[in-house]
């Protein structure tokens, strides 16, 4: 019930902005995407936590996991609007 409200509202959001409002597809591969590099995460601070790497050291993949969010999203959408051969 509140996801839905939710979504009226930021549909609303976006018909006053003049803004894109993301498909469920879209919101379904930003999930996908964003598990997954949470799960590089989770693996870089267990690394740190059993003394593999210093935080120093493993703070540059941790930011880019962060960033590959993005990226993996837009490559999921791709794949499933690629039509099928």
């Known amino acids: 019930m509140r996801l839905e ?3 009226r509202v930021q549909a609303a959001e976006a018909l006053v902005s003049g803004r894109r409002v993301q498909t469920e597809g879209e ?4 999930e996908v995407a964003r ?6 995460r989770a693996v870089l601070r267990r ?3 059993k ?3 210093t935080e120093p050291q493993v703070r540059k993949a941790y930011n880019l996991a962060g960033a590959c969010v ?3 999203a837009n490559a ?3 794949l499933e609007n690629r ?3």
């Open 76 to 78: 999921i959408i791709a």
């Open 51 to 53: 003394r593999v790497f």
């Open 35 to 40: 598990k997954e590099a949470n799960e590089v």
């Open 27 to 30: 919101d379904r591969a930003y």
């Open 47 to 49: 690394l740190v936590l």
């Open 70 to 72: 993005g990226m993996l």
């Open 5 to 7: 409200r939710m979504r």
């Open 83 to 85: 039509p099928d051969p």
